[in-house]
């Protein structure tokens, strides 16, 4: 089993659509939780931290499910520029280092 | 701020080649780490420093890996000899304090090795 696991995708949306994305990961120790974007050729840039109350960055809302040990990420009011590639980010137990999901692929259409 | 800078932005070698990517992290960033990047195998951990002594080097492939940080201000990530199926990106990223502000990436190095 992966540590992080994502959907690959694509999701394919109209532009104003709703879209979730799902990510499980195996530690259950883990502590620091984050959604990444990557842009094609483009390096991953922070999205937002994801906390366990829940946590709203304008159109983004990222919910943590610690028992289930589940992140989401909900895009509201989808625009053409959140097409990207969303990597769920963990950090594992008492590593320092961050282990990434593979990503999933998001194509916002007009 | 300049950001994480790598160098080069993109290298095409021979198989066989030594090559050497080079990375300088943002200043007041005391952790430094070297991914790489393929479409088969996603973000990969390879080394990662702290206050410029390595601490986990366990993702570095094999010995023909090898990665340097003599200062707070520059590490190096060296392949010798290249092989083609080390072709992927490369990218450095640097943090500082508690990971709950996760990283700061650079823009990567796009190697291919032919």
């Known amino acids: 089993r992966k540590e992080v696991e994502q959907d690959p995708g694509p999701f394919n949306v109209p532009e104003g659509a709703t879209v979730a994305f799902n990510c499980t990961y195996s530690?259950?120790?883990?502590?620091?939780f984050f959604w990444y974007r990557q842009d094609c050729r483009k390096e991953p840039k922070l999205l937002m931290s994801v906390y366990s109350s829940g946590n709203e960055d304008g159109r983004f809302t990222a919910q943590l499910n610690r028992a289930s040990q589940y992140i989401s990420l909900l895009i509201r009011d989808s625009k053409l520029s959140d097409s990207a590639t969303y990597l769920c980010v963990v950090n594992m137990g008492t590593a320092r280092q961050l282990t990434f999901g593979s990503g999933t692929q998001l194509t916002v259409l007009p | 701020d300049a950001g994480v800078i790598q160098s080069p932005r993109h290298e095409v070698t021979e198989m066989g080649q030594e090559v050497t990517l080079r990375c300088k992290p943002i200043?007041?960033?005391?952790?430094l780490f070297w991914y790489r990047q393929t479409m088969m195998r996603g973000l990969e951990l390879l080394i990662y420093?702290?206050?410029?002594?390595?601490?986990?080097d366990s993702g570095m492939p094999e010995d023909r890996f090898s990665a340097k940080m003599p200062n707070a201000s520059f590490s190096t990530l060296k392949i010798q000899p290249s092989e083609p199926r080390d072709s992927a990106v490369y990218f450095c990223a640097s943090k500082r304090g508690q990971l709950n502000y996760g990283y700061t990436f650079g823009s990567g190095t796009r190697l291919t090795v032919v």
């Open positions: 200043s007041g960033h005391n952790s």
């Open positions: 420093f702290n206050n410029n002594v390595p601490i986990d």
């Open positions: 530690n259950s120790a883990s502590q620091s």
